[in-house]
Nanobody, 118 residues
Framework: QVQLLESGGGLVQAGGSLRLSCAASGRTFSSQAMGWFRQAPGKEREIVARIWSGGRTWYKSSVKGRFTISRDNAKNTVYLQMNSLKPEDTAGYYC????????????WGQGTQVTVSS
């Protein structure tokens, strides 16, 4: 069983930065893809960024150039560096584990809230 624990959320002014962390435990970390998702009130959950085991990344177009996903396999942790934050980035942010790297996410964290004030 995999456990994922997000941290790093908070309240920030527009234009500011936050770094989210997702610490994993329970299984070997290095071979799976990881994703960061977000969900705002009244909206569907959406994927924000994804990183494969080899380091290849993908971003939702609206965050490309502002957000950076990375992973540290030695620390069993995936990060989401968020710069130039906008009020529309306000959401609960969740990390997820894709064991088969097939866009099917097997495990989810509890989430961390990001609020961007204007």
């Amino acid at each position: 069983q995999v456990q994922l624990l997000e941290s790093g959320g908070g309240l920030v002014q527009a234009g500011g930065s936050l770094r989210l962390s997702c610490a994993a435990s329970g299984r070997t970390f290095s071979s799976q893809a990881m994703g960061w998702f977000r969900q705002a009130p009244g909206k569907e959950r959406e994927i924000v960024a994804r990183i494969w085991s080899g380091g290849r990344t993908w971003y939702k177009s609206s965050v490309k150039g502002r957000f950076t996903i990375s992973r540290d396999n030695a620390k069993n942790t995936v990060y989401l560096q968020m710069n130039s934050l906008k009020p529309e980035d306000t959401a609960g942010y969740y990390c997820a584990w894709d064991q088969g790297s097939d866009n099917t996410y097997d495990y989810w964290g509890q989430g961390t809230q990001v609020t961007v004030s204007s």
